[in-house]
């Protein structure tokens, strides 16, 4: 399974990746694409949205089942990935190049609570 070493992840498998200005990006695992199947929808979350830590933010769709994207740590959302709108399936061709939303965090010591690629993989069963 894919799993960068230079990301954090959360237990309900969104990845997050540190950006040069501060902002995050967030999308969800390799782990999780896979679980989904092939997706034919996104909703992403409208820019300026305040979102408390573990709040649903995105929902992406599969053949197979809808499911909720949930905020990595408290922040305002900066942007959303609009191209996924039109073309879901690049999640599915490279879940980590295809973020779904940028957030700037409230408390960047949040941060310290995500896991690292270890955590996540023990947390999936994959130690």
Do not use: C
Not at 43 to 62: H, Q, T
């Amino acid at each position: 399974m894919n799993l960068p070493a230079d990301l954090s992840y959360t237990a309900s498998h969104e990845w997050v990746r540190r950006e040069p200005d501060g902002s995050l990006s967030v999308g969800i695992t390799d782990h999780a694409q896979a679980q989904l199947g092939d997706l034919v929808y996104v909703e992403l979350p409208k820019p300026g949205r305040r979102v408390k830590a573990g709040e649903a933010v995105a929902v992406v769709e599969s053949v197979k089942a809808a499911s909720d994207v949930y905020a990595p740590v408290a922040g305002e959302v900066l942007a959303s990935n609009d191209a996924l709108a039109g073309a879901p399936e690049g999640v599915n061709e490279d879940a980590y190049a295809a973020w779904l939303f940028r957030l700037r965090p409230a408390d960047a010591g949040e941060l310290a609570g995500l896991l690292d690629a270890a955590g996540y993989r023990a947390t999936i069963g994959e130690a």
